[in-house]
């Protein structure tokens, strides 16, 4: 099945703690990318990669650091977490990128305390 | 300036009514439009494309103005099963993806 895979679901932890939220695709898809969602802004990019070895900032990268190492993941890296980063999470693919359906995983809520 | 901007209701409607939603975006270098529907904290999902002569999917219809920089969307014969968050998407420089921040709809028995 095609799909988008991200975990964990959800995630509590601590300031200054790192984490890592894994983002797989099955799809060959090129393009990935990551946004944040906060009650009343709607779902913001924080980065996006056209391809393996090439990412790019989106509105809201402060904070955060992606990888492109392999085509199919592409996780998102919160080296020192704090509570203004406490929102739900989605990890998207679109086959070349803007323009095309973006396939999105099933999304992680993370708490930082 | 918001890159798009929706109204963000609740629009609560009875079953079987027609409703309309409209979406502005602020650069008119945009290139791509959609309409997501997004059930409460699951993942969006693709609704329908916008094209410039407009375009219909069953009950939804949606529709483009590029001079006036806006987008809509009409669902005719609600369905219960209609309610949810409709998020309007933009894309300009083939590469970002900027999200309405959404427009609920409740239909009601």
């Known amino acids: 099945e095609a799909q988008v895979t991200q975990n964990p679901r959800y995630l509590i932890t601590v300031t200054g703690k790192k984490l890592t939220v894994t983002c797989s695709q099955n799809?060959?898809?090129?393009?990935m990318s990551w946004y944040r969602q906060d009650p009343g802004l709607g779902l913001r990019q924080i980065y996006y990669?056209?391809?393996?070895?090439?990412?790019d900032k989106g509105d809201v990268p402060e904070g955060y650091k992606v990888s492109r190492k392999e085509k199919r993941n592409f996780p998102l890296i919160l080296e020192s977490p704090s509570p203004n980063q406490t929102s739900l999470y989605f990890c998207?693919?679109?086959?070349?990128?803007?323009?095309?359906?973006?396939?999105f995983g099933s999304g992680t809520q993370l708490s930082v305390l | 300036r918001k890159e798009v901007e929706q109204d963000p209701g609740p629009f609560n409607v009875p079953e079987g009514a027609t409703v309309a939603f409209n979406c502005t975006y602020s650069?008119?270098?945009?290139?791509?439009f959609f309409w997501y529907r997004q059930d409460c904290r699951k993942e969006p999902k693709l609704l329908m494309s916008?094209?410039?002569s407009g375009n219909e999917d069953g009950r939804f219809t949606a529709q483009l103005n590029r001079a006036s920089q806006y987008i809509s969307l009409l669902i005719r014969d609600s369905k219960l099963s209609d309610s949810a968050t409709y998020l309007c998407?933009?894309?300009?420089?083939?590469?970002?993806?900027?999200f309405g921040s959404g427009t609920k709809l409740n239909v009601k028995p």
């Open positions: 998207a693919s679109s086959f070349q990128g803007a323009g095309e359906k973006l396939f």
């Open positions: 799809m060959n898809h090129e393009y």
């Open positions: 990669s056209m391809n393996v070895e090439v990412t």
């Open positions: 650069n008119s270098a945009s290139q791509s």
């Open positions: 916008v094209y410039s």
């Open positions: 998407v933009v894309t300009h420089n083939f590469n970002k993806f900027y």
